[in-house]
């Protein structure tokens, strides 16, 4: 069994950061793709950004430039910072990774944390 743990949400105001982490604990897995989704009240989930093991990111185009994707595969840990914060960001954030087990292949959700931006 493998478990995704998110930290680092909160409360901020516009124009400030966050730094979000999320840790994978488990025995005998590695990972794959990792990324952030979100999802905001009424709406849908969506991805933010996404890295391979490899490094190779990708970001929605409504956060390229404020926010940043990383990873340490020695920790089996994935970041977002996000800078430049708006309230529209405002959401439950979720880490998602493809987790392989010796005799599987899993989709992993973490159960989120909750970013409030305030104008």
């Known amino acids: 069994q493998v478990q995704l743990v998110e930290s680092g949400g909160g409360l901020v105001q516009a124009g400030g950061s966050l730094r979000l982490s999320c840790a994978a604990s488990?025995?005998?897995?590695?990972?794959?793709?990792m990324s952030w989704h979100r999802q905001a009240p009424g709406k849908q989930r969506e991805l933010v950004a996404g890295?391979?093991?490899?490094?190779?990111?990708n970001y929605a185009d409504s956060v390229k430039g404020r926010f940043a994707i990383s990873r340490d595969n020695a920790k089996n840990m994935v970041y977002l910072q996000m800078n430049s914060l708006k309230p529209e960001d405002t959401a439950v954030y979720y880490c998602?990774?493809?987790?392989?087990?010796?005799?599987?292949?899993?989709?992993?959700w973490g159960q989120g944390t909750q970013v409030t931006v305030s104008s």
């Open positions: 890295i391979t093991f490899a490094g190779n990111t």
């Open positions: 998602n990774a493809d987790i392989f087990l010796p005799a599987s292949a899993t989709n992993y």
């Open positions: 488990g025995r005998r897995f590695t990972i794959g793709t």
